[in-house]
Nanobody, 120 residues
Framework: QGQLVESGGGSVQAGGSLRLSCAAS????????MSWFRQAPGKEREGVAA???????SYADSVKGRFTISQDNAKSTLDLQMNSLKPEDTAMYYC??????????????WGQGTQVTVSS
């Protein structure tokens, strides 16, 4: 099973930016759907953005136009550029891998998460 390690979280004021990174190892990175999820206290975990194994990207409506997901297959890294951050973006952010695709996967694994806090 592969390993995912997130970094880049922190505290920022509303309107600011953060860039999250996920370092992957132990599996064929480019063959997996790679995703970012988040979970705020008292709320269910939600998908934020994903790049499927065919290279297509998708975003939650709440982050469209503000967040950009990207991956570097040579470095096995997944990034999430977050701009125009809002207090409601405050959550623990998780990197996740799904095989063979985002919607129809046989197995998955997750990182431990990185905290993002946006103050008003």
């Amino acid at each position: 099973q592969g390993q995912l390690v997130e970094s880049g979280g922190g505290s920022v004021q509303a309107g600011g930016s953060l860039r999250l990174s996920c370092a992957a190892s132990g599996y064929t990175f480019s063959s997996y759907c790679m995703s970012w999820f988040r979970q705020a206290p008292g709320k269910e975990r939600e998908g934020v953005a994903a790049i499927d194994s065919d290279g297509s990207a998708s975003y939650a409506d709440s982050v469209k136009g503000r967040f950009t997901i990207s991956q570097d297959n040579a470095k096995s890294t997944l990034d999430l550029q977050m701009n125009s951050l809002k207090p409601e973006d405050t959550a623990m952010y998780y990197c996740a891998a799904f095989y063979p695709s985002c919607a129809d996967y046989a197995y998955d694994f997750w990182g431990q998460g990185t905290q993002v806090t946006v103050s008003s």
